[in-house]
């Protein structure tokens, strides 16, 4: 990890469980298989018994507020607001928790899987960062405001890694020694959130990387089919980073000499839950110019990509709406957890917008707008680069107007009045009594003419 720019690795616990990576080879791993009979009941979170193994994570304040943040600026969002702000939308941030905010009135709490919290928490100060580029509202005083700035925010927090279990308990999933939480709760949160009233789009900015072939959680599967299938909504999930602490090995990039083949036949690390294709949309990070960043974990999985790096969002230790950092425990933020929101708040922009598209036709809408590779899809960027302001407005095959009814009532028009034809038939009478008086004149004037021929008849010349 590099000293000038630490990334924050907040990962699924279970991530490190693990069978190191090591050498691994690519092997041919099918798409992933669901099962629906294998989704998590819906219960009330709840947490084990932790404690803080460490201090909060420490943040310090943004120089500049008011220069929009590089992100933000290359998504034109000004262009986005007058159109939609995500309005009525509800996002579940499930994460390490989301810090009251004055620049979030509308979060709810959502439950807590890591201690006794109610979701509010976040000693992290991952799942605020994230919650603020998704929903932060508009403030005079800032340039920085979240993507969709009139959504809600649930916040339901499933993972830590600055607690700890002190029960000594095992999951027979794996535990992160480092924290906690793992795929099964994080199965659990996604259930809930799917359930909660009116959540369109849940947000999982938490990666688990397992080496291809080792199988994955089938809860975890379930749950997301049951959130984007049954519950119909847009599911986006961050692609993974490569770092010592969760994703520890990349997938192989494509081989020029086998342009065909499927990608999914070189896989060495499954990247969970975003390899869940068909129900989620993966998201990887590029950085200012547009290419790829290093740090992001390519895949067959992988839909589109989106800003990662120069990152400012909301300061969970700075409640006012001034409140904004660029910094954690001294370190730069960025990551794909940090691309994943710019995502899951043009999904809250769309639904706001047009409400009676599916999540599929969502995700799609995304996927058919993004800026794409040359190649029009690779295993880093997806599709490309997302583009808010094309996804609200974009006219696509089978699209649905925004707001407005597909056909518009008009009433019909009245039977126009009959001709006035009376000027017609004065005109016609009038004519017709000149003519008959010319006739009339004409007649009398025969005796007349015929006396004056008679007379002029007799007279002699001199």
Same mark, same amino acid.
């Not at 800032?142 to 700035?149: K, S």
């Not at 940090?338 to 995304?366: C, E, H, K, S």
């Not at 004037?445 to 007279?459: A, V, W």
């Given at each position: 990890?590099?000293?000038?720019?630490?990334?924050?690795?907040?990962?699924?616990?279970?991530?490190a469980?693990?069978?190191?990576l090591?050498?691994a080879?690519?092997?041919?791993?099918?798409?992933?298989? +669901?099962?629906?009979?294998?989704?998590?009941?819906?219960?009330?979170?709840?947490?084990?018994?932790? $404690?803080?193994?460490?201090?909060?994570?420490?943040?310090?304040?943004?120089?500049?507020?008011?220069?929009v943040?590089?992100?933000?600026?290359?998504l034109?969002? $000004?262009?986005?607001w007058?159109?939609?702000?995500?309005?009525?939308q509800?996002?579940?941030? +499930?994460?390490t928790?989301v810090?009251?905010?004055s620049?979030?009135?509308?979060l709810?709490p959502?439950g807590? @899987?890591v201690?006794?919290?109610?979701?509010?928490q976040? &000693?992290?100060?991952?799942?605020?960062?994230?919650?603020g580029?998704?929903?932060?509202?508009?403030?005079?005083?800032?340039?920085?405001?979240?993507?969709?700035p009139?959504?809600? *925010?649930?916040?339901?927090?499933?993972?830590?890694? +600055?607690?700890?279990?002190?029960d000594g308990?095992?999951?027979a999933?794996?535990?992160?020694?480092?924290?906690?939480?793992?795929?099964?709760?994080?199965a659990?949160a *996604?259930?809930?959130a !799917?359930?909660?009233?009116?959540?369109?789009?849940i947000?999982?900015?938490?990666?688990? &990387?397992?080496p291809?072939?080792?199988?994955?959680?089938?809860?975890l599967?379930?749950?997301?089919? @049951?959130?984007?299938r049954i519950?119909?909504?847009?599911?986006v999930?961050?692609?993974?980073?490569?770092?010592s602490?969760? &994703?520890?090995a990349?997938n192989?990039?494509?081989?020029?000499a086998?342009?065909?083949?499927?990608?999914?036949?070189s896989?060495t690390?499954?990247?969970?839950p975003?390899?869940?294709?068909d129900?989620?949309?993966a998201?990887?990070s590029?950085?200012?110019?547009? !290419?790829?960043s290093?740090?992001?974990v390519?895949?067959p999985?992988?839909?589109?990509a989106?800003?990662?790096?120069?990152?400012?969002?909301?300061?969970?230790?700075?409640?006012?709406?001034?409140?904004?950092?660029?910094?954690?425990?001294?370190?730069?933020v960025?990551?794909?957890?940090?691309?994943?929101? @710019?995502?899951?708040?043009?999904?809250?922009?769309?639904?706001?917008?047009?409400?009676?598209?599916?999540?599929?036709?969502?995700?799609?809408?995304?996927?058919?707008?993004?800026?794409?590779?040359?190649?029009?899809?690779?295993p880093?960027v997806?599709?490309?680069? +997302?583009?808010?302001?094309?996804?609200?407005?974009?006219?696509l095959?089978?699209?649905?107007?925004?707001?407005?009814?597909q056909?518009?009532a008009?009433?019909?028009?009245e039977?126009p009045?009959?001709?006035d034809? =009376?000027? =017609?038939?004065?005109?016609v009478?009038?004519?017709?009594?000149?003519?008959?008086?010319?006739?009339?004149?004409?007649?009398?004037?025969?005796?007349?003419?015929r006396?004056?021929?008679?007379?002029?008849?007799?007279?002699?010349t001199?």
């Amino acid at each position: 990890m590099s000293g000038q720019a630490r990334r924050i690795p907040i990962a699924l616990a279970g991530v490190a469980l693990a069978v190191s990576l090591g050498q691994a080879t690519a092997i041919a791993v099918p798409p992933p298989s +669901i099962d629906p009979g294998r989704v998590p009941p819906n219960s009330a979170p709840s947490g084990p018994k932790t $404690e803080l193994r460490d201090p909060c994570s420490t943040t310090q304040p943004v120089a500049d507020l008011a220069q929009v943040p590089p992100p933000q600026r290359a998504l034109d969002l $000004e262009s986005v607001w007058p159109l939609s702000t995500g309005r009525g939308q509800t996002v579940a941030v +499930i994460d390490t928790g989301v810090e009251r905010h004055s620049r979030l009135p509308g979060l709810i709490p959502g439950g807590d @899987y890591v201690s006794t919290g109610d979701g509010t928490q976040d &000693c992290d100060a991952h799942g605020t960062l994230v919650a603020g580029i998704i929903a932060a509202n508009r403030n005079g005083q800032t340039g920085f405001a979240g993507v969709a700035p009139d959504a809600r *925010i649930l916040s339901i927090r499933q993972s830590s890694n +600055i607690y700890r279990e002190t029960d000594g308990r095992k999951d027979a999933e794996g535990q992160n020694a480092k924290g906690v939480g793992n795929v099964s709760t994080l199965a659990r949160a *996604i259930r809930h959130a !799917a359930d909660f009233p009116g959540v369109t789009v849940i947000n999982i900015s938490e990666v688990a &990387c397992v080496p291809a072939g080792a199988g994955d959680s089938a809860a975890l599967g379930a749950a997301v089919d @049951y959130a984007a299938r049954i519950k119909d909504i847009v599911v986006v999930a961050a692609a993974g980073n490569l770092d010592s602490e969760a &994703c520890k090995a990349s997938n192989p990039p494509p081989d020029p000499a086998t342009p065909h083949a499927s990608p999914w036949d070189s896989v060495t690390t499954i990247a969970t839950p975003a390899w869940y294709d068909d129900q989620v949309l993966a998201v990887g990070s590029v950085d200012q110019d547009g !290419a790829p960043s290093p740090f992001t974990v390519p895949g067959p999985w992988v839909d589109v990509a989106a800003p990662g790096t120069e990152i400012t969002s909301l300061d969970p230790r700075r409640p006012e709406p001034t409140g904004l950092t660029d910094s954690v425990n001294g370190g730069s933020v960025q990551g794909t957890s940090f691309a994943a929101p @710019y995502v899951a708040g043009t999904a809250a922009l769309i639904r706001a917008r047009f409400p009676r598209l599916t999540a599929r036709q969502v995700m799609d809408r995304i996927e058919q707008t993004a800026h794409a590779p040359a190649d029009g899809w690779d295993p880093f960027v997806g599709h490309g680069v +997302i583009d808010p302001a094309a996804a609200v407005t974009a006219e696509l095959p089978g699209s649905v107007p925004a707001d407005e009814p597909q056909s518009t009532a008009i009433a019909i028009p009245e039977a126009p009045a009959p001709p006035d034809d =009376r000027p =017609r038939k004065v005109a016609v009478a009038g004519a017709g009594g000149v003519v008959a008086l010319l006739g009339l004149g004409l007649l009398a004037s025969f005796p007349l003419r015929r006396r004056l021929h008679r007379d002029g008849g007799e007279t002699s010349t001199g």
